[in-house]
Every structure is written in structure tokens, then in C-alpha cells.
């Protein structure tokens, strides 16, 4: 298995432009996770999903964030319209619902907002 | 303040020496995770201790866990310069959420 895929890895963005970041999860998992990253904060829980539902969004900073995950292979977070201080690394893992949370993660999404 | 803190904050020490990392959490667990992570990596999980177990071997890691003192304890024996990383604490409540809260880190750094 390739494990939890992103995509970008990287991605440079002015302020004000739509940022959308992707995430494919473990076969056959079917938690998924979307964390961000940061100096100040630490790694903070934005959203999860189980079974493709959202159940927890509480992390999410505000509206201009927003998550899909339409299929069990595919999620999305998008920030609209993007700001400085979104500039983090953001992460998404996957676990199985049931038994032990152990949570895989992806490499990593480096956002930069100028 | 967030659940599950580590400390020290940073650690360096000598390759082959032991390192200790310590996390105290404040709610009731199902279970407590520790993970490494590499710069510019994510998350790998490394050992997985449940709240009715005491401690857990696992290669050269050795986690404990102290319900009463909410709080875990991971030890790395013959530290080697691959060992450096930032450690991570991970919990997840006794109320079915899924979710785990991470904290702050500690950053390990072995000198060869």
C-alpha cells in the first residue's frame, strides 16, 4: 500500500486566492483525518470524517475552511479565500473506524500564503 | 491548557545514552499513542499503550502509563543519531470520538 497520499506537497498562494488540498486515504480505512500544523499552535484536529461523514468540525477555524470527502478514496480542504496566517503544513491520516485509533499519515501539505 | 503535554520541551544527548520523554493528559483515556516525526515528515505512529495496561515493550521503546497521575512516560534505550525527531503524545477520550489530541512535542536531538 502507498500509504495516505497528498497532494501538493507544496503550494505558494496570494492572499485572497481559493486553496484546495487533497488527500487519498489507506485502502480500506475508514476514519480520515485532517490536522494542521504550526509553530505557535502545534498540530491541531480541523476535521474528521467516518464513513465519509463529517462528524467533528469544531477545529475548523472559520468559514473560509471547508471539507469533503465524496468517496472513500478522496477528501478535500479548502480555504476560500485564503489568508497569511492560513500558511501551515496541513496533514491528513487515516485509521480504521473500529478497533485501536492508530492513525497513518500523509507527508504533508506546506501552504505559504503571501 | 492542551491535552497531553510533553516535556522536556528539547532533549539532547549522546548517542547510546537513554531518552526519557514524559506527557501528562487531563481528561479519562481509552488509549494513549506516542508518534515521531521527522522534520519535514508526518506523523508515524510508534507504540499504542491502553489505559488498563501499566507498560509496554516495544524494541528499544518502553512506554509506561499512570492512570491516577494522568500521565505516560517514553523511554529510548541506546539512542542512535536516527532517533532524532520530535515525539508526540496522543490521546483519545473515554467517549467514542474518534479524534486524538496531540501535544506540544518534545524535539530529540542524538549526537553521534
Known amino acids: 500500500d502507498a500509504g495516505v497520499i497528498q497532494s501538493p506537497r507544496h503550494e505558494v498562494t496570494e492572499m485572497g486566492q481559493e486553496v484546495t488540498l487533497r488527500c487519498k486515504p489507506i485502502?480500506?480505512?475508514?476514519?480520515l483525518f485532517w490536522y494542521r500544523q504550526t509553530m505557535m499552535r502545534g498540530l491541531e484536529l480541523l476535521i474528521y470524517?467516518?464513513?465519509?461523514?463529517?462528524?467533528?468540525d469544531s477545529g475548523m477555524p472559520e468559514d473560509r475552511f471547508s471539507a469533503k470527502m465524496p468517496n472513500a478514496s478522496f477528501s478535500t480542504l479548502k480555504i476560500q479565500p485564503s489568508e497569511p496566517r492560513d500558511s501551515a503544513v496541513y496533514f491528513c491520516?487515516?485509521?480504521?473506524?473500529?478497533?485501536?485509533?492508530?492513525?497513518?499519515f500523509g507527508p504533508g501539505t506546506r501552504l505559504t500564503v503571501l | 491548557s492542551q491535552q497531553g503535554e510533553e516535556d522536556p520541551q528539547a532533549l539532547s544527548i549522546q548517542e547510546g545514552e537513554n531518552a526519557t520523554m514524559n506527557c501528562s493528559y487531563k481528561?479519562?483515556?481509552?488509549?494513549l499513542q506516542w508518534y515521531r516525526q521527522n522534520s519535514g515528515r508526518g506523523l508515524v505512529h510508534l507504540i499504542l499503550?491502553?489505559?488498563?495496561?501499566r507498560e509496554k515493550h516495544s524494541g528499544r521503546l518502553r512506554v509506561t502509563l499512570d492512570t491516577s497521575k494522568k500521565s505516560s512516560s517514553l523511554l529510548i534505550t541506546a539512542s542512535r543519531a536516527a532517533d532524532t525527531a520530535s515525539y508526540f503524545c496522543?490521546?483519545?477520550?473515554?467517549?467514542?470520538?474518534?479524534?486524538?489530541?496531540f501535544g506540544s512535542g518534545t524535539r530529540l536531538q542524538v549526537q553521534p
Open positions: 491520516a487515516s485509521s480504521f473506524l473500529v478497533g485501536y485509533n492508530e492513525q497513518f
Open positions: 485502502s480500506g480505512h475508514n476514519s
Open positions: 470524517f467516518n464513513n465519509n461523514v463529517p462528524i467533528d
Open positions: 481528561t479519562s483515556i481509552n488509549n
Open positions: 499503550i491502553r489505559s488498563n495496561e
Open positions: 496522543a490521546t483519545d477520550g473515554d467517549t467514542g470520538r474518534r479524534a486524538l489530541t
